[in-house]
């Protein structure tokens, strides 16, 4: 989970794979050639622009579509990607990785059950990659399937041993089905994470320290404006999860609003603003 903050604007290994080894000469086959070094360059609107020849030069391959769906993921343009992921799919339904883009898109727009769905067909493809799929867990948590998602997260402690995130996403969905109680004792045990400050929301899920104490390491000392934001996006995002798990949804709307709004980061700032929506909507019941 780590690598959460950066995913979304990196070309995944398996999506560059469909560029790599092809036919030099073949005009398709240069232009994704091309997109793929373009998304890799995080050059989107490049890569936009060169997926759309190849696929003006055969309508009929798949994988212009998912280099496409890509840039306009890297770009934001949800509806657009998923689209393109969905052709994709269509000329290929093997390519797993264009379930697994598309499951993203799917959540991010508020589709849980729609991306539950694709993560799932996704590692029916790639069964190995189980345990390390944090994202479905998320999903799983947003769809209510707590049991499944507590089972994702125990799982996920095999890849992400020193990932703070990995163990409080397996407390909130065991606090759901067994109390904040129980979940505390089962608490998965974790090695070093160095980001500040999830060593102290680790303390914070624990009972050992107050939420305060969570902002107080995210703004202590001297450090660049990036880093400052990625600290207190961090603090933001789990207190939200805290004070939900603690049935304190006004408090827990204040952070999540905050970590899905000015502090907003990569995939998980996605995660804040749909549930920051969620919290809302509940509100107005």
């Given at each position: 989970m780590r690598c959460h903050s950066d995913a979304r604007f990196l070309v995944a290994s398996c999506l560059l794979a469909v560029t790599f080894g092809l036919a030099r000469g073949d005009t398709t086959?240069?232009?994704?050639?091309?997109?793929g070094h373009a998304l890799n360059n995080r050059d989107a609107r490049k890569a936009i622009e060169l997926a759309g020849k190849a696929i003006e030069a055969n309508p009929k391959d798949a994988r212009g579509y998912l280099l496409r769906g890509s840039g306009f993921e890297m770009l934001r343009q949800h509806d657009k990607a998923i689209a393109d992921f969905t052709r994709c799919i269509e000329r290929d339904p093997k390519l797993a990785v264009a379930y697994d883009h598309r499951g993203s898109e799917q959540f991010i727009l508020g589709h849980i059950k729609e991306s539950l769905d694709d993560f799932d067909k996704f590692l029916t493809l790639q069964p190995k990659a189980a345990p390390s799929h944090w994202k479905r867990g998320i999903s799983l948590y947003y769809a209510r399937r707590y049991e499944d998602g507590r089972k994702q997260f125990k799982d996920g402690d095999k890849v992400f041993g020193n990932d703070v995130e990995n163990a409080v996403w397996h407390f909130i969905c065991n606090a759901k089905l067994k109390g904040v109680g129980k979940a505390r004792e089962e608490i998965l045990k974790i090695g070093k994470d160095d980001r500040v400050p999830m060593m102290v929301v680790y303390d914070l899920f624990m009972g050992k320290c107050k939420p305060d104490e969570v902002l107080?390491?995210?703004?202590?000392?001297?450090?660049?404006?990036?880093?400052?934001?990625?600290q207190l996006f961090y603090a933001?995002?789990?207190?939200?999860?805290?004070?939900?798990?603690?049935?304190?949804?006004?408090?827990?709307?204040?952070?999540?609003?905050?970590a899905g709004g000015e502090y907003r980061l990569g995939y998980m700032g996605d995660v804040a603003h749909v549930h920051a929506e969620l919290l809302e909507k509940e509100a107005k019941k």
């Open positions: 086959d240069d232009y994704m050639q091309q997109a107080k390491a995210a703004e202590a000392g001297e450090v660049p404006a990036p880093l400052r934001k990625q933001h995002l789990y207190l939200g999860l805290y004070y939900d798990a603690k049935g304190d949804k006004a408090k827990a709307l204040h952070h999540m609003k905050l």
